[in-house]
């Protein structure tokens, strides 16, 4: 059963107790990402999640880390284009300490000056690992050609003058203007009992600043085109179209027009590219909702010699699928979009990240069952529908490997 209680500072507290379990997820998601930074602040979402576990409240960056492990618990962060989130997975009895040490991490980060000299370089060797991963690289390439000069479109990780240009100043400004208690949801999952969540909740984080973050810059998918010249043995080939938000009504139909053409190895594109035609290794498409735009999206590795065929055929199956997508296809893509959702719901930590979206998607908690009736009522003329108008609109492209204009 899941429960939601709002502090008087406003973080929104839920829970999701799940009988059997002798463990629990507790994180702590914040709606601050890449898209809320200023541009010569480029990477400072992703480097203020590095720099809170470089020692935090009375703890060293090695203390946190053994008081974690002392317990048989793991403490996890990630960044992403929209927010930031920081877990805790430990057996129930230890959520005090959870929830002590993210609350730590948020309130009472060290920032010393010689800890961010350090973490820049770590984050710096992590642009460089990704910079070296074409597969990795082609889809910041992808994005900024979709939303150029917007923050949607920049990288998560910034780049060497925007990470190098953050000082410990900047990093306590970004604290105090985006971690905000009702921009903030606290989520526990597993053997959890809700009272306790609440006084544990109001112990530690009853010290947020109130009120919420300023709204990121409205997402305009204006489309176009980047070659990158980054080193690849292969082509790799994208191409983007503008998408729903979450939630739209458009969304579902959206996502399995997606799976549809691009997931599984019975997928459109998998047939006709690799199998078929014997063009590419990896093909796939999907789907990337944001609040107030989405991002569909297909990707291609191949050879040069063949990037021109493989990116018309791509575009070929795209196109047929909008037309003649058929009731199999459909019920193949449901059942598993279903299969999915489901499966990642049988462990705490899928339940308290699913209550988190759907909390910051519709403002209010989702029973799973919820979203397989909107999946089941899905039908075949929405799915064709929502096909035909994400490709009619804007197109983007990235290529790595080759000239854009030869896998056009």
């Known amino acids: 059963?899941?429960?939601?209680?709002?502090?008087?500072?406003?973080?929104?507290?839920?829970?999701?107790?799940?009988?059997?379990?002798?463990?629990?997820?507790?994180?702590?998601?914040?709606?601050?990402?890449?898209?809320?930074?200023?541009?010569?602040?480029?990477?400072?979402?992703?480097?203020?999640?590095?720099?809170?576990?470089?020692?935090?409240?009375?703890?060293?960056?090695?203390?946190?880390?053994?008081?974690?492990?002392?317990?048989?618990?793991?403490?996890?962060?990630?960044?992403?284009?929209?927010?930031?989130?920081?877990?805790?997975?430990?057996?129930?009895?230890?959520?005090?300490?959870?929830i002590e040490l993210l609350s730590d991490m948020i309130l009472r980060p060290h920032f010393a000056a010689d800890d961010l000299v350090r973490e820049k370089e770590v984050v710096l060797q992590e642009l460089g690992e990704a910079r070296d991963t074409p597969s990795d690289i082609i889809?910041?390439?992808?994005?900024?050609?979709?939303?150029?000069d917007q923050p949607l479109g920049r990288s998560v990780l910034g780049d060497e003058d925007s990470i190098a240009a953050i000082t410990v100043d900047d990093l306590h400004g970004w604290r105090a203007s985006q971690y905000r208690a009702g921009s903030l949801i606290l989520v526990a999952a597993g053997k959890v009992d809700h009272d306790r969540l609440i006084a544990l909740a109001a112990e530690r984080f009853g010290a947020l600043p109130t009120g919420l973050?300023?709204?990121?810059?409205?997402?305009?998918?204006?489309?176009?085109?980047?070659?990158?010249?980054?080193?690849?043995?292969?082509?790799?080939?994208?191409?983007a179209f503008v998408g729903p938000c979450h939630p739209h009504p458009d969304y579902y139909p959206a996502r399995l027009f997606a799976d549809v053409v691009g997931s599984g190895a019975s997928c459109r594109l998998f047939q006709a590219v690799r199998e078929?035609?014997?063009?590419?290794?990896?093909?796939?498409?999907?789907?990337?909702?944001?609040?107030?735009?989405?991002?569909?999206?297909?990707?291609?590795?191949?050879?040069?010699?063949?990037?021109?065929?493989?990116?018309?055929?791509?575009?070929?199956?795209?196109?047929?699928?909008?037309?003649?997508?058929?009731?199999?296809?459909?019920?193949?893509?449901?059942?598993?979009?279903?299969?999915?959702?489901?499966?990642?719901?049988?462990?705490?930590?899928?339940?308290?990240?699913?209550?988190?979206?759907?909390?910051?998607?519709?403002?209010?908690?989702?029973?799973?069952?919820?979203?397989?009736?909107?999946?089941?009522?899905?039908?075949?003329d929405q799915v064709r529908a929502a096909g035909a108008r994400m490709l009619s609109g804007p197109r983007a492209r990235a290529t790595i490997g080759v000239p854009a204009v030869r896998a056009a």
Not at 139 to 148: I, K, Q
Not at 222 to 239: C, F, K, M, Y
């Open 139 to 148: 889809f910041d390439e992808l994005w900024t050609a979709a939303y150029p």
């Open 276 to 380: 078929e035609r014997g063009l590419a290794y990896s093909v796939w498409a999907s789907l990337t909702p944001y609040r107030d735009s989405g991002i569909f999206y297909a990707y291609a590795a191949t050879s040069r010699r063949q990037a021109a065929a493989a990116s018309d055929l791509i575009l070929e199956v795209l196109d047929r699928a909008s037309r003649d997508l058929s009731e199999r296809e459909l019920d193949r893509a449901k059942a598993q979009a279903k299969a999915g959702l489901l499966l990642s719901l049988e462990s705490s930590w899928g339940q308290a990240n699913y209550v988190a979206r759907m909390l910051s998607a519709y403002d209010r908690l989702v029973e799973p069952r919820e979203i397989v009736r909107q999946i089941d009522e899905v039908n075949l």
């Open 1 to 98: 059963m899941m429960k939601l209680t709002t502090l008087p500072n406003g973080l929104r507290v839920a829970s999701r107790a799940m009988p059997g379990f002798e463990t629990v997820a507790v994180g702590l998601y914040a709606e601050a990402g890449s898209r809320h930074e200023p541009a010569p602040l480029n990477g400072i979402a992703h480097l203020y999640e590095h720099m809170v576990f470089k020692g935090a409240g009375g703890r060293t960056a090695r203390e946190i880390s053994e008081a974690i492990e002392d317990v048989g618990g793991d403490l996890n962060a990630a960044t992403d284009r929209e927010g930031t989130s920081f877990s805790a997975t430990l057996l129930a009895e230890h959520l005090p300490l959870g």
């Open 213 to 239: 973050i300023d709204e990121a810059e409205a997402a305009n998918f204006a489309g176009g085109v980047r070659a990158s010249r980054a080193r690849a043995d292969q082509a790799h080939l994208t191409a």
